[in-house]
């Protein structure tokens, strides 16, 4: 990818602790044939996700980021996510809102555990084998709704809707 920034020269401060600090994935569906893009604030965990009509292409998929970002985008400081190609148009993420994109190591999931973990618990509403083409809008943000109206140990038992926008007020 190029003009791609590497998790190492990511700030000290973006340790999943401090408010602002984003991750995105992908989740591809059956056959490769239709795309979630899921989007994660590190410090509260908290999901957006969408559906995403035109799969996998890059520009399509960093205009999606910024829609679903903008608003915000004052909350938006880094974004770290994977080296897959439909992120191959950071500089336009990067641009729109201010905020660096940073590329975890190749096979280092890890380096983005919330997305990964966030991808998990859309699994157990989604499961591998869907067609996401057979999936409602409104059926994928009641997901959403679902998994950021669970409350977490790690948010003392609050939950991370209510963290989220506690914090942007």
Same mark, same amino acid.
């Given at each position: 990818?190029?003009?791609?920034?590497?998790?190492?020269?990511?700030?000290?401060?973006?340790?999943?602790?401090?408010?602002?600090?984003?991750?995105?994935?992908?989740?591809?569906? /059956?056959? *490769?044939?239709? +795309?979630?893009?899921?989007l994660c604030?590190?410090?509260?965990?908290?999901?957006?996700?969408?559906?995403?009509?035109?799969?996998?292409?890059?520009?399509? +998929?960093?205009?999606? +980021?910024?829609?679903?970002?903008?608003?915000y985008r004052?909350?938006?400081?880094?974004?770290?996510?994977?080296?897959?190609?439909?992120?191959?148009?950071?500089?336009?993420?990067?641009?729109?809102? /201010?905020?660096? +994109?940073?590329?975890?190591?190749?096979?280092?999931?890890? *380096?983005?555990?919330?997305?990964?973990?966030?991808n998990k618990?859309?699994? *157990?509403?989604?499961? /591998?084998?869907?067609?996401?083409?057979?999936?409602?809008?409104?059926?994928?943000?009641?997901? *959403?709704?679902?998994?950021?109206?669970?409350?977490?140990?790690?948010?003392?038992?609050?939950?991370?809707?209510?963290?989220?926008?506690?914090?942007?007020?």
């Amino acid at each position: 990818i190029p003009e791609r920034v590497s998790t190492h020269e990511r700030p000290a401060e973006s340790d999943g602790r401090r408010f602002g600090d984003w991750e995105m994935d992908t989740i591809v569906g /059956k056959g *490769q044939k239709s +795309v979630i893009l899921t989007l994660c604030e590190r410090s509260r965990n908290y999901l957006i996700m969408e559906r995403l009509p035109h799969g996998m292409d890059h520009e399509k +998929v960093a205009d999606a +980021v910024i829609r679903l970002l903008y608003p915000y985008r004052k909350n938006v400081l880094t974004i770290t996510t994977d080296n897959g190609f439909e992120f191959r148009s950071h500089r336009k993420i990067t641009e729109a809102l /201010k905020a660096t +994109v940073y590329f975890a190591d190749s096979y280092a999931s890890w *380096q983005k555990g919330s997305i990964e973990n966030m991808n998990k618990l859309i699994r *157990q509403y989604i499961p /591998k084998g869907t067609d996401f083409r057979d999936l409602s809008e409104e059926f994928i943000h009641s997901v *959403q709704l679902k998994i950021n109206r669970r409350p977490r140990e790690k948010l003392n038992f609050s939950t991370p809707k209510d963290e989220f926008f506690r914090l942007l007020l």
